[in-house]
Every structure is written in structure tokens, then in C-alpha cells.
């Protein structure tokens, strides 16, 4: 007999009766608010549409319920299913959106010109130069204008797939982070978003962005398509030195350097 599947069944029946008693936790706090405590009556009813709205959401994605738990206000909170985009200044901009997990992905726009366009993600990670430093977080998108990455890892709380973790605990309690991490919210999220726009800031400086000279080493486009064929700025007659992977100097000490 297969215990394990019965079980997930009815852990999964358990989580859909979970996620209607908490919407139904929300009707009744209006409900006492409007006998008991009217200035909280608002604040109520908002409450109740947002979670209404955010299950309309689930519904046409096909997910199921997403039972309580350390997301319920993010979540309330942040659906929309076109995301969610911000300045961050000097021509970059930032977008977050929800994945099919309903937890975060987050992107940054970059500048028109900016010297790391036309490189595929894997670039920062695997074949640029060892004086450049790494991103903050994986990569795991890119296209003509934007780079990105997800919360899809093994190590996230991805708050609609928690039953395919299942553990002894049976569910997540936001306390069981033996082998995983916090949820993380919006605010979460963007603050990551803001650190790679730094990161893609940095690049442009230590590669001298404005500086053809200095960027052309840098800047060999790899093509986003097989009808593309990028063109390729030819290197300066002197370009600038090459570091030893092991050296102390830095590659912004290199490209400020003057000849």
C-alpha cells in the first residue's frame, strides 16, 4: 500500500480546506469590525477584496489554493500578473513579477549603450574576465535591454509548491527552515533588484562607459539570434593591461589608468 500518496492526498485536501478557512478568517474580522469596531471596517473590507482578488488570480492561472502561511500579506498584497516596475536612477529601471510558484522573479533594464548588452547571462558567471566581479545573485535570464533572475531554487519557499518538498512536518510552518530559507516579500525582492542594478552600475564604471576606447576589449556581442551577426568594435591600438588572476590591482585601477 502507498502510504506516502495517501498521504500527500490528504495533506493536499487539508491545505485546500486550510486556504478556505483563512478566507473565511477574513470575513468574520469584517463582520465583528462592523459590530464591534467601525473605524476598522475599511481596513477590513480591503482585506477581504484583496484576498478575493489574489484566488481570481490563482484561478485563472490554474493554482490551486495557496494555504496560509509567512506570504499571506505579500501575496494579498502583490498579484498582479503584469508585475511590478520602479526607477532606480541613471537610466536603469527595475521590474518584479510573480513565477508559476507565486514566489519572486526580479529583472533590472539597463541604459541604452551600457557595455553588458548583448552578453547571455552565463557571460557573468562563467567567461568573463577574472578581474570582473560576480554578479550578487544567479542569473538566469537576459534578452536585448534586461537581466534577470527567479526565486525558484531549491533553497526558496515557493509558497504554491510547498506539498512537493513533503516531509515529516507535512506542511511548512515558516518555522521549519532546516532546509530552507525565509519567504521573501516585495520589498525583499526589490532590494535584491537594486543591488544587481548597482552591480550592472559598477560594470559600467570599471569598463568606462562612456569611453569607446576603454570599452571596446570589453564589448564583443554575442548574438542574440542565428540571422544576427553582431558587429565587433575593433580593440584600441593600446589597450589596457591585463591582470594577473592572482594580483592585488583591480580591474577599475586598470581602466582609470592613464596613459
Not at 554575442?222 to 540571422?227: A, N
Amino acid at each position: 500500500m502507498d502510504y506516502s500518496s495517501q498521504l500527500k492526498a490528504l495533506d493536499e485536501r487539508r491545505d485546500s480546506i486550510r486556504a478556505l478557512a483563512s478566507d473565511q478568517h477574513l470575513e468574520d474580522e469584517l463582520e465583528r469590525a462592523k459590530q464591534y469596531s467601525p473605524d476598522s471596517i475599511e481596513a477590513c473590507k480591503k482585506a477581504v477584496e484583496r484576498r478575493k482578488s489574489r484566488r481570481q488570480i490563482e484561478k485563472e492561472l490554474h493554482i490551486n489554493p495557496i494555504p496560509p502561511g509567512p506570504w499571506d500579506e505579500d501575496l494579498d498584497l502583490y498579484h498582479n500578473k503584469e508585475g511590478y516596475t520602479f526607477e532606480i536612477g541613471d537610466g536603469y529601471s527595475g521590474r518584479l513579477s510573480r513565477n508559476m510558484g507565486f514566489s519572486w522573479n526580479g529583472y533590472v533594464t539597463l541604459p541604452k549603450g551600457h557595455p553588458a548588452l548583448g552578453k547571455h547571462y552565463d557571460w557573468f558567471h562563467y567567461d568573463s574576465p577574472n578581474q570582473l566581479p560576480p554578479p550578487p545573485m544567479e542569473l538566469t535570464y537576459g534578452d536585448e535591454t534586461s537581466f534577470g533572475f527567479d526565486h525558484l531554487h531549491g533553497k526558496d519557499v515557493i509558497p504554491s509548491q510547498m506539498l512537493r518538498i513533503h516531509t515529516n512536518e507535512n506542511y511548512y510552518t515558516g518555522e521549519n527552515t532546516s532546509r530552507r530559507g525565509k519567504y521573501l516579500t516585495f520589498e525583499d525582492v526589490k532590494k535584491e533588484v537594486i543591488e544587481l542594478a548597482n552591480y550592472f552600475k559598477e560594470i559600467g564604471e570599471m569598463t568606462g562607459f562612456t569611453s569607446p576606447k576603454i570599452r571596446a576589449p570589453f564589448q564583443e556581442p554575442i548574438p542574440t539570434s542565428p540571422k544576427s551577426s553582431p558587429k565587433v568594435v575593433p580593440a584600441p591600438k593600446n589597450p589596457p593591461p591585463t591582470i594577473p588572476k592572482n594580483s592585488k590591482v583591480s580591474w577599475a585601477q586598470v581602466v582609470t589608468k592613464k596613459e
